[in-house]
């Protein structure tokens, strides 16, 4: 069957075979690689994309029913050459090691921020326990998502929200 | 040896400083290919047929439908490997495809190539393959009793008659636990059409994989390029092969690029994971608490093939006793063969199991002698001096044990006043846990490792530094898997340059020799030392060229002259100095297993702050805090994360994780039911950094990724034990542990 969708604002069509996931067709139909397949069961969150808004695990997702859907993958998010703020925190903060879980972490961080730009750091650190990372701890992801909570503020002229306080210190 | 020319201030981006990895840009917007992420045109797919048993003999494989089915191109097995038959680091004892019997649960028994993904898994599903199933050899006294020992480690140091005062015996036993890398193993071979292949494959040192896919490819490891691969994880998993020879048979059978991916499930079948344990210990110590000796009999369960267990055995025999002072020590260490899962390297490498033992015997003694643990810990702790209690290995580099004790102690405890928010108790937001029910615990756990190879073999990594006019290129052949070495070595080169336009190059096997593996915590020191040395006689000769004093972005200088620009300096052709750095020898060790074994040791010490539910026997680990040795600090951003991340994992294994073995069948092969750590279950990290620079690491660094895992997983067991009173012998902790009567009797 032909499945037409709407990816990153552009409109695409991939023949697909019944059985294939919207995870399936992205990588491998449209050869959008971002979103991994760590798990292909809905447990790690790495090929966390946005369909139609929600955020959802396109492994669990049959492409069949992302017909007409907008989806938005880690790909779609930074604009014109800039980083969106999540990317850029994510670098500054080091909260990126191996990267595997990476681009599923960028799409639920930024997803996160627009629902909830106040969300406190445990709020963070509940709203992201869907996204498994092996390699960070998920310290340094939690002072990424405060840093591009404070950018994210910051752009829009806002005061900046005030976290739970440092997830952290170093002594040396 | 120390780096001096480092122009530490005015360098941007040199060691000291917290820069970006040069790939996180690629990785958060999504660019960065991994291995499964590559293509290659007109390529096949490829799929393993598996055998779900964990002991059997092979009576019948049977292709014919496989190979009707539309879109298959080969089905291969153990017959068709065209050059040697098995392989291993150490020992080549494992079948490439199984090979009369399969000695362990989803032991590869065949390979397909098939036009599309879904083909070869159908194809490889189609293949019959007949098995008469055997008892497996699971338990490790019957495996001992059995003869099957890959290796036996003894120690035996001192005076045997020697006694102390207060005795402590006790047994511990350690479950497997998987590395669990996010990304699964991926590999693409591509044939050269000459006879030779291009191949790209999970792994930590291309060239210890090259000689192996050489000898089983029947092929000169010249016709073999293992390439530098982007690896989502290793931690010790990717050590050994996986899918690379079986790619490389297809692509060379059918000429044809093969791409292979393996699922969650055959990734857990289909990697090494860590060594389960039964460790039995005794410690005797005077009354003033010092340790008189120990004796322990350590087993790790090797799986049915050797791999790296020898050298595991080495470490939990050599590090039995932890960071302590003994003068009179027997260990056995035994590595066996099982029919349970491949066993090889994890974070740690073998280190852990003893550390868990030891630590757990240590807070026993403390609490018969009625001492605080920290104060039993700081009589004993080995320092500059003293000989390493097992090898009698005199410890001559700086090891801060007293400091990183005293650090962590010092850390100011969290706060225990009540919260209600669910998601900061035993349970979370399952709501299962009054607040008031809570019971908080501390505990302490020290920790010891071996830097570098150890046991005479001869380390080496090979680095080339090339000045172009545009800035410098470092090539290695060392793996990056995530851990951040590819900022060091960045970092390093342009301190030792004093340029900062410096781009590290991933070679693979046919441009530049081995740099050796990327495990002992041993690439910053390692693959740092010959980036350093090379740098070093780069910056050099460049300045030698023209008679400069000082080489920036700019170019050589003379006082505040400017002699040539980058571009001018190199107009005849880059400078450029290879470099092939070897640490010092070590000693093999003799029939008591006594010598200088080791190049460098590190040191870490955790506090661990849980909060358990008694009555579901949940537990959250609200804090940990580290003392943490690390030479110096090259990127303390880098150094936090590889802290964090290690810390995620000690408290893994201290709480969640388990392969859940029955007759050597892994129930729980999957995310949904093998648990990792979420983001809700990572504990508050405090870390303090020791910094007493390493004599022979770049700029003073010493590795150090390791220990954050190894003491962690103690430390909250203690912390447990002081929350409830169990006595918690085993890990991961089960709910029923904390539940369960115990069995002594009585319920809390």
Redesign the interface.
Known sequence: MIVTMEVNGEPRSAEV?G?ESLLWVL??RLG??????????G??G?CSVLVDGDLVCACLVMAADAEGAQVT???G??SSGD?HPV?RS?????A????????GL?VATAHLLEQDPDASD?D???A???????????????RAVAAARTATATDDGSAAPVGDGA?????? | MSGTLADRATVHGGVGT?V??P???A????????L??MHADGMLWGATRRAWVAHARILRIDATAALAMPGVHAVLTQDDVPGHRYQGQAVTDQPVLAEGRVRYWGEPVAIVAADD??TARLAAEAIVVDLEELDPLVDLEAALEHGEIFRHVPVRRGNPDLHGEVVIEGTYVTSSQDP?????EAGLAIPDGTGGVDLWGPTQWVHIDLEQLAACLALTPAQVRVQPCR?????GSREDLSLQTHIGMLALRLDRPVKM?Y??TESFVGHVKRHGSLMHYRHEADRHGRLVRVDARILLDGGPYQLTSNAVIANSTYFAVGPYRCDNVTVDGYALRTNNPPSGAMRGFGSNQPCFAAESQMDRLADALGLDPIELRLRNALQPGDQLPTTGQLIEAPLPTDEVIRSVASIPLPDDEPNE?P??LPGG?GLTTPRDRVVRGIGYAVGIKNLEFSEGFDDNAEARVVLHGDGAVVHTAAVE????MVTVLTQIARSALGISKVHVAFDHTGQIGSAGSTSASRQTQMAGNAVLQAATAVRERALAQLGGDDLDDDGVWRGDTLLASLAELTAEGPIEQHVDYHHRATDQPDADGQGDLHVDFCVAAHRAVVDVDPDLGLVRVVQIAIGQDVGR?MN??????Q???????GLGHAVMEEVVLDHGVIRNP???DYL?????D?P????????QPSTWGPFGAKGMAELPTMSATPAVVAAIRAATGRPLTRVPVRPEDLVAPALTGGTR
């Open positions: 075979a059985w990588r491998e959008l690689l971002g979103a991994k397949d760590a798990c292909l069961q447990e790690c790495s993958t880690v790909e998010l930074a980083l990317q994510f670098v500054d903060q080091g990126v090691q191996c990267g595997y879980c990476t681009p960028i445990t963070v650190r509940e992201l326990a869907g996204n498994l990372c092996r390699c960070t701890g998920y310290g340094a992801l939690v997830d952290r210190e170093v002594r040396s | 917290s970006p990895r790939d996180a840009t990785k958060v917007t999504g660019s960065f290919e991994f499964g992420d993904a879904e669990a890398p996010l990304g699964t690896l989502g994880g290793a931690f991916v699922d969650r928010d998601r900061h937001t898997v995530g851990q951040g600090a303390p951003q880098q150094l936090l994360g802290i964090e991340g290690g810390i995620a994992q999957s995310f949904t990792l750590p979420t983001c809700l990572a508050h990290v405090e870390a303090v950094l020791i910094e």
